[in-house]
């Protein structure tokens, strides 16, 4: 739920909360509630001095002087209740928007935690093996492909340069691509692949990608990869297409799945083509100076 449903739903609690305290004010005169329960706690001690370790007798107590004091509450403190309630509400709804989507890598060894690319002035290579596609279909694809890099280049302040198509090698028991050419340091490989040619690939997993080189001591990522369904790429739009580009080549760049159906991120990828506020704090955190040398 988009965090104005949850501002709208607490401004509505709020509203309906001072109103039936007001109603419950009117209707139960204070005189009367003071009375009760002064008798419902002459009535709780009695209980208790009789039998002190009754656990059966003390909630019967319990549920009577409750029972007692629902019958009226001053209305400041049935209005604090709402205050209260509201105010946390309201800091649920800031933090749950303020939810950054999180490194691919926050779960792994330590080594690995904090990894990413540098910001540096040379660009970050990429290639396309579309050799299963029709020529129509690779062009479209490169168009939209630079187009969503482009969108990931503007938010953190890495560049990214075609470098034409390259020929990969899948290795389906680690999920991974490779190619025998690396036409740089730093480099991402995209890979357009039929379902049947990956154990990974169906009706539901239309792409994958990761990082695929990190240097430890410097914890930054140098390649990564991107595999994606023909069989899916084929039947959908040019909307859905750019979703699921931004989304993998998200994870290529270290970006693993985000909370919010408004996130690129988001592990459901539909039409989604818009980066939010999370998917850009998610990836300028993983970005690192640049050392030379």
């Not at 630079?146 to 503007?154: I, M």
């Not at 190619?179 to 480099?187: A, C, N």
């Not at 699921?244 to 592990?267: C, F, N, P, S, W």
Request: proline share 4%; charged share 20%.
């Amino acid at each position: 739920m988009s965090w104005y449903w949850w501002v709208l739903f607490v401004v509505l609690a709020y509203g309906l909360g001072l109103l039936g305290s007001l109603y419950f004010q009117k209707t139960h005169p204070p005189d009367r509630r003071r009375t009760e329960r002064r008798s419902g706690d002459r009535r709780d001690q009695g209980r208790h001095a009789l039998a002190p370790a009754g656990i059966a007798d003390r909630r019967s107590a319990d549920r009577r002087s409750g029972a007692d004091r629902r019958r009226g509450k001053p209305l400041w403190q049935l209005g604090t209740v709402v205050v209260a309630a509201a105010f946390l509400s309201i800091v649920g709804v800031v933090a749950y928007a303020e939810s950054q989507v999180a490194s691919i890598f926050a779960e792994s060894p330590p080594e690995f935690i904090n990894s990413g690319w540098a910001a540096c002035d040379t660009p970050i290579t990429w290639s396309v093996d579309t050799g299963r596609l029709t020529p129509a279909d690779s062009k479209i694809a490169i168009n939209q492909l630079t187009a969503d890099l482009k969108h990931w280049g503007e938010v953190s302040g890495l560049t990214f340069q075609y470098v034409g198509e390259v020929p990969i090698v899948y290795d389906d028991t680690n999920y991974v691509v490779t190619s025998e050419q690396h036409p740089s340091e730093r480099h991402l490989y995209v890979a357009f692949l039929n379902d049947k040619d990956s154990s990974l690939l169906d009706s539901r997993t239309v792409g994958f990608a990761s990082p695929t080189k990190v240097f430890k001591d410097q914890k930054e990522i140098t390649e990564g990869s991107v595999v994606l369904s023909i069989d899916y790429v084929k039947k959908i739009n040019a909307a859905k297409q750019s979703a699921l580009y931004l989304h993998e080549l998200g994870h290529a760049l270290g970006l693993a799945h985000g909370t919010e159906k408004a996130d690129v991120m988001y592990y459901l990828v539909d039409t989604n083509n818009t980066l939010s506020n999370a998917d850009i704090a998610g990836i300028r955190a993983l970005i690192k100076a640049c050392k030379v040398g």
